[in-house]
């Protein structure tokens, strides 16, 4: 009896790594187009695309991307990051959340176009 509440303990920590792993977001929750309400964004796996409405444009060069269950993390090469959140379940928003030193602006919420 004590081997099998020790497999089935086994078990059950192994399904609790899994499902954690599975939630992580990664790279296609962020690649592609979004469309927000003052610029759209490209990401790709090198760079990100702004693109105000008034077609003026700026390319911010990716250094590094961290993933978590919640949030993606994009450091610039330039220095400083962007933080992604509120991802829907679906895939198809997510919003740029506000950055607490003032240099990246409010929250802004962006869909997939």
Known sequence: MRKLDGMLAALALI???TCAQ?????EDDI???WCGETTNYVFTRGSLTVTWHNNNRRVLRIRKIDFSEDEIDVQWRDGGNTV???FSDDGRRMAQQPNTS???GPRRPFRRC
């Not at 599975?22 to 990664?26: E, S, T, V």
Request: net charge neutral.
């Open 15 to 17: 399904a609790t790594v």
């Open 22 to 26: 599975a939630a992580k977001l990664n």
């Open 31 to 33: 690649l592609g187009k």
């Open 84 to 86: 992604f959140g509120e």
């Open 102 to 104: 003032g240099d990246m």
